[in-house]
C-alpha cells in the first residue's frame, strides 16, 4: 500500500527545516510504500507518532487493567493446577503491559506520563475490562473470547510498520498462545462437568460473546481512524474484517465446547465469502467506553490506589540509588 | 518530570552458551542491580536465556538515522567482498 | 531493501495462533540467524504432575511420618502462594508484579509438589489436601500465615522465608528420601533467588529514605516474632532425622542467624531492631493451632471448590 505525502509539511518552517522535513517525509514514504519498518529515530509524521502513541499507551493500559478481572480470582481458583495457571497468565499480562509501554517509550513519551494520564481517567483501554468476572467460567470465557480476539487483533500486528510495536507485538503473541489454550480447556472441562458447571460455562459465554465481538471495534463505516492507520501499514485488516474471521473460528470452537454462541443470526455469507453476526448494542459499548459500564471506576480506582501505595517503594529505590552512586563518587 | 521515575535499561539476553546476547526490550529499574533481577523476572521466564546484560539506555550511542544513506554507503556495491563474487573457482573442491 | 528481514517469519496464518511453535520462530532474531532473545522452552525440571504419575505407577510412596512432614512444607508454601498471589496488579511498579508473582508461582510448584506426595500416604491428591481439609488440619507456621501487609511487611516475611527454607532444602536436597531430595533440590534454586531479592529490598528500604527505613523497621517488628517456631523441633522431626530423612529444624538456626545478620547489618538495621529483644510468639501451627488470620485465607481459597464438591476443574 503505497502512501504519499500523507501529511503535508507545516508551512512556518524555514528553507532548511523545510527542505528537511519533506526529506524525512519522502524517506518515510518510500519506507512505508515498501512495507518496511519505521525505526524509532526516523523522522516520521507527527500525526504517525500521535497515531502510534495513542495506540500502544491504550494496549498497554488494557493489558495493566485486564489483570485486574483475572486476578479476582487468583485467590479463589478451584485447583492449584488452575491457580498456578491463571497467576502465570496474569503475570504475563503485566509483563505485555510492559513491552508495550517500552515500545511507546520509544515514541518521546515517558511510562511515568502514561500511567498518570491513565490514573487521571485521561487516557482509555479496552472497554471489555470494565466488565465484572463474577464466576469462575469468567476466566474461561476471558480466555477463549477475549485473548482470542485479542490475538486474532493482534497477530497482524506483529507487521505493524512500527519496528518497536511490531516486535513487542511478536514477543506478545508468542508468550499468548497459552493463554487462550486455558481458557478453552476451563469451558471444556466445565461443559463435561456437573449441570451446575455448564450452566456456568454457558452464562459465562452468553455475557462475554458480544463485548468480545465488540474489541474490534466499531463498524468500518464508523471508524474514521482505520483509513489512515492502514495506508501507514500500522493496521493490516479492517475491524470488521478481523471480527467476522474472529465469528467464524468461535462459531466452530464453540461446538468442541458443546456450548452455544448467544447469537442465533451467525452464518456465512456465500456472496461475501464473510462471517456475518447479530447485531451488536454499539450503544452500550459507547457507554462504557465513556465511563458508564458496571466497573470503570473500580478498575482505576484500583490502579491509583496501587500506584499511590507504591510510591514510597519507589522513591526509596530511587533515593538509595542516589545515595550508592554518590558514595561510590566520593569513593 | 517525576525525579523519583526509574530510569530506562535496555536489556540483551543470550538465549544459549554460544550465541551473542540479543537486544530483548527494555524496562524500567532503580539501579543496575534491580536492572538485571528486573530482566531475568520480565525476559525469561520461558527459559529464554543463560546470561543478560542491562544498560542504560541513555548509555548507548547510535548512529544518526538522517545519515543513513551515506552512513552505509560504502559497502554497497564492494561485492569483491563476498565469496559469491568469485565464480570461475565455483566447483572446485575445498575451496 | 524491499521486505523488512521479519516478514516472512511473523506473516503467520492468522489461524494459525495457539501453538508456540508456529511461525515465529526467528523472528526477532538479530545478528546471527540462531540467536534469539525470545525462543522460549519448556524446560526440564520436576513437576510435582511428575511426582502424580510416579505415585501412581507405584514407584513411590510415603509412610505417614514423611507424609506429615512434607504437609508441613507443602502448607507453609501453598499459605505463601496464597498470600504473594495476592498481590499481583497491586504492586509497587510492575516490574515488581512480576517479580512477586514468579516468586509466588515458585512457592506455588513447590506446594502442589509436597502435597502431592504427600497425599500418597493418604491416597489424596494436592487438591484434596488444599480445599478440603480444615482449619485444625493445616501444618502451616505461623509466619506463613501473617498478612501481606505493605511492601515492607512482605519483603521482610519473604526475608525471613527464603533464608530459612534455603537452608533446609540445602539440606533437604541430600535426604535419603529421592522424592523429598528432588523436590528440595529444584526449590532450592528458586528460594536463592527468593533470597536474593528481598536482600536486595531490604537493602533499599532500610537504606531509602527516612519513610521507607521506617517501614522496613516496623515490619520485621512485626513479623520477627514467628522466626522461633521455624527452627522448633518436635519428636516427628526427630525421627526423620534420625533416619535422615527429613531435617532437625533447629539444625538450620546457626545458619539462618548468620546470613539473615550479615544483610542486616548490612542495612544498618541491627541495633534499631534489636532482634534479641522482640518477644518470640508460642507458635503451635505444626500442631494446627493457628493464628487468627488462616481462617479467612482458607474461606476465600476454598470457597470456589467446596461449593462443588467432586467436581473437576
Not at chain 1, 504519499?4 to 519522502?26: F, H, I, K, T
Not at chain 1, 478481523?242 to 465469528?247: E, H, N, P
Not at chain 3, 529514605?209 to 516427628?236: G, H, N
Amino acid at each position: 500500500m503505497a502512501s504519499q505525502n500523507l501529511q503535508s509539511v507545516p508551512p512556518e518552517l524555514s528553507p532548511d527545516e523545510r527542505e528537511r522535513e519533506q526529506a524525512g517525509q519522502a524517506y518515510f514514504d518510500r519506507i512505508i510504500s515498501e512495507d518496511s519498518r519505521i525505526e524509532p529515530r526516523d523522522w516520521m509524521p507527527e500525526a504517525y507518532r500521535k497515531t502510534l502513541l495513542r495506540q500502544i499507551s491504550q494496549h498497554a493500559h488494557s493489558e495493566i487493567i485486564g489483570m485486574q478481572p483475572e486476578a479476582n480470582w487468583i485467590t479463589r481458583a478451584p485447583s492449584l493446577k488452575r491457580k498456578a495457571i491463571l497467576m502465570a497468565k496474569v503475570q504475563d499480562e503485566a509483563g505485555h503491559g510492559l513491552y508495550l509501554y517500552s515500545a511507546a517509550e520509544t515514541l518521546g513519551q515517558s511510562r511515568d506520563k502514561m500511567m498518570d494520564d491513565l490514573i487521571a481517567g485521561k487516557a482509555r483501554y479496552s472497554s471489555i475490562f470494565n466488565y465484572p468476572a463474577i464466576s469462575w467460567a469468567d476466566m474461561g470465557a476471558i480466555g477463549w473470547l477475549v485473548d482470542g480476539a485479542a490475538i486474532c487483533n493482534q497477530v497482524p500486528l506483529c507487521r505493524a510498520s512500527y519496528g518497536p510495536y511490531g516486535r513487542a507485538m511478536v514477543r506478545i503473541c508468542k508468550e499468548e498462545s497459552f493463554h487462550q489454550r486455558q481458557g478453552f480447556e476451563i469451558l471444556l472441562e466445565l461443559s463435561n462437568g456437573t449441570e451446575a458447571q455448564k450452566q456456568m460455562a454457558q452464562d459465562a459465554v452468553n455475557r462475554w460473546y458480544a463485548p468480545a465481538l465488540m474489541m474490534f471495534g466499531p463498524p468500518d463505516d464508523d471508524s474514521p481512524n482505520s483509513k489512515q492507520s492502514m495506508a501507514w501499514n500500522i493496521k493490516r485488516f479492517s475491524n470488521d474484517e478481523l471480527r467476522s474471521r474472529f465469528v467464524g473460528m468461535m462459531v466452530e470452537q464453540v461446538k468442541v465446547l458443546g456450548l452455544t454462541l448467544p447469537d442465533d443470526q451467525v452464518r456465512f455469507n456465500e456472496e461475501t465469502k464473510k462471517w456475518e453476526h447479530g447485531p451488536l448494542d454499539w450503544n452500550e459499548f459507547k457507554d462504557v467506553l465513556a465511563g458508564r459500564g458496571p466497573c470503570n471506576a473500580q478498575r482505576l480506582e484500583r490502579r491509583r490506589e496501587a500506584h499511590d501505595d507504591g510510591a514510597w517503594v519507589r522513591e526509596a529505590a530511587a533515593e538509595y540509588a542516589r545515595k550508592q552512586a554518590e558514595k561510590e563518587y566520593a569513593a | 518530570m517525576n525525579t523519583n521515575a526509574w530510569p530506562l535499561w535496555e536489556v540483551f539476553v543470550r538465549s544459549s552458551r554460544g550465541l551473542s546476547h540479543v537486544h530483548a526490550g527494555s524496562l524500567h529499574a532503580p539501579d543496575a542491580a534491580m536492572a538485571l533481577r528486573n530482566a531475568r523476572d520480565l525476559y525469561t521466564r520461558r527459559n529464554e536465556g543463560v546470561s543478560i546484560w542491562v544498560v542504560p539506555a541513555d548509555a548507548i550511542s547510535s548512529s544518526d538515522p538522517d545519515s543513513k544513506g551515506s552512513f552505509f554507503e560504502s559497502p554497497q556495491g564492494k561485492d569483491y567482498r563476498h565469496a559469491t563474487y568469485y565464480t570461475k573457482s565455483e566447483g572446485v573442491k575445498h575451496l | 531493501m524491499t521486505a523488512p528481514e521479519n516478514a516472512a517469519e511473523t506473516d503467520f496464518a492468522i489461524e494459525g495462533h495457539g501453538d508456540i511453535s508456529v511461525g515465529v520462530s526467528g523472528a526477532g532474531a538479530s545478528g546471527d540467524g540462531s540467536a534469539s532473545a525470545t525462543r522460549i522452552t519448556p524446560g526440564n525440571a520436576l513437576r510435582p504432575e511428575d511426582i502424580a504419575l510416579e505415585i501412581r505407577r507405584g514407584q513411590v510412596k510415603p509412610n505417614e511420618d514423611i507424609g506429615e512432614y512434607a504437609l508441613r512444607l507443602g502448607d507453609d508454601a501453598l499459605i505463601l502462594a496464597q498470600r504473594l498471589g495476592h498481590w499481583i496488579s497491586r504492586a509497587p511498579e510492575l516490574e515488581e508484579d512480576v517479580a512477586l508473582g514468579n516468586i509466588a508461582l515458585d512457592q506455588l510448584g513447590h506446594a502442589r509438589s509436597f502435597l502431592t506426595y504427600a497425599g500418597a500416604a493418604w491416597g489424596k491428591s494436592e487438591d484434596d489436601l488444599a480445599y478440603f481439609r480444615r482449619e485444625h488440619e493445616f501444618r502451616s507456621a505461623h509466619l506463613f500465615e501473617q498478612p501481606n501487609g505493605d511492601f515492607a511487611v512482605t519483603i521482610a516475611r519473604q526475608f525471613i522465608v527464603s533464608h530459612y527454607q534455603f537452608e533446609l532444602y540445602k539440606r533437604l536436597s541430600g535426604s535419603a528420601d529421592e522424592t523429598l531430595a528432588a523436590i528440595a533440590a529444584k526449590a532450592l534454586k528458586e528460594v536463592d533467588y527468593h533470597r536474593d531479592h528481598s536482600a536486595q529490598w531490604v537493602l533499599r528500604l532500610a537504606g531509602g529514605t527516612e519513610e521507607s527505613r521506617r517501614r522496613m523497621v516496623r515490619a520485621f517488628k512485626l513479623v520477627w516474632p514467628y522466626v522461633d517456631e521455624l527452627f522448633e523441633d518436635d519428636s516427628l522431626t526427630e525421627r526423620l532425622a534420625e533416619s535422615n530423612t527429613g531435617v532437625l529444624p533447629s539444625s538450620l538456626r546457626a545458619e539462618f542467624d548468620q546470613l539473615t545478620g550479615e544483610i542486616l547489618a548490612e542495612a544498618g538495621l541491627e541495633q534499631e531492631l534489636n532482634l534479641a529483644g522482640i518477644p518470640q510468639s508460642l507458635g503451635g501451627g505444626r500442631r494446627g493451632k493457628h493464628s487468627e488470620h488462616l481462617g479467612y485465607l482458607l474461606a476465600e481459597m476454598q470457597v470456589l471448590a467446596r461449593e462443588h464438591p467432586g467436581a473437576s476443574w
